[in-house]
Structures are given as structure tokens and as C-alpha cells.
């Protein structure tokens, strides 16, 4: 399942970002079926030091999309796509699941 993460600040920025989240998590869940873990993480610093510490910091399974800035609803919806797609194209054994297995065994050996 994909997991959105905000480190907000506690000022208006940190606010919104995790209302972005939560709005696109919510998106996901009714437009798409696609269910998302949520977590807002709030760091006790002002407006001033959430700007010198980055803040906030949007992260989506890993993957920094926002420091500093609040994200739109769209780059964590397409975002968590990207996640979602390159999630499937890994194998059990951790390798890339090719989509036409001969292509490739051929190119290697050419």
C-alpha cells in the first residue's frame, strides 16, 4: 500500500500540506480504489524555522516530491501512480518483470 508522509512545521504551510495529503489520499480512495496510509508527522518549530528546516517535506513511499513547498493534489496523485506502476514491474525476487522475456534474451546476446 503507498504511504504519503508529511513532516510539517506548525504554522500555515505545514497545515495545508497535510490537508493536501489528505485530500488526494481521499481522491485516490473514491475516484481510483486505490487505498493510501496517511502519516503527518508535526514538528514543533514556527514559520520562520520550518522555512530554514525545509519544511514541509512531503515524501511519497520514499520518494521526496515536495521540500519546502506545498505540493499540489495532482504531483501526489501522479506521484503515487508512479509508485504503484513501479511497484508492479518488480518481481518476487526483487528483479524487474519484463513484458516480452525473448526481447530482451536476444538484445543480450546481440
Known amino acids: 500500500m503507498p504511504e504519503i508522509t508529511v513532516y510539517a512545521g506548525i504554522d500555515w504551510r505545514g497545515r ?9 489520499a481521499s481522491i485516490l480512495a473514491r475516484e481510483y480504489s ?7 508527522l508535526e514538528i514543533p518549530v514556527d514559520g520562520v524555522e520550518a522555512e530554514r528546516r525545509g519544511l514541509p517535506l512531503v515524501i511519497v513511499d520514499g520518494v521526496v516530491i515536495a521540500e519546502g ?5 495532482e ?3 501522479d506521484e503515487v501512480f508512479k ?6 514491474s518488480i ?12 526481447e530482451v534474451v ?4 546481440a
Do not use: H, M, T, Y
Open 91 to 102: 518481481g518476487p525476487a526483487g528483479f524487474p518483470v519484463f513484458e516480452d522475456e525473448w
Open 106 to 109: 536476444e538484445e543480450a546476446i
Open 34 to 40: 486505490v487505498s493510501v496510509d496517511v502519516d503527518i
Open 16 to 24: 495545508l500540506a497535510a490537508a493536501v495529503a489528505r485530500e488526494a
Open 75 to 77: 504531483e501526489i496523485v
Open 69 to 73: 513547498r506545498v505540493p499540489s493534489i
Open 83 to 88: 509508485s504503484i506502476e513501479l511497484a508492479s
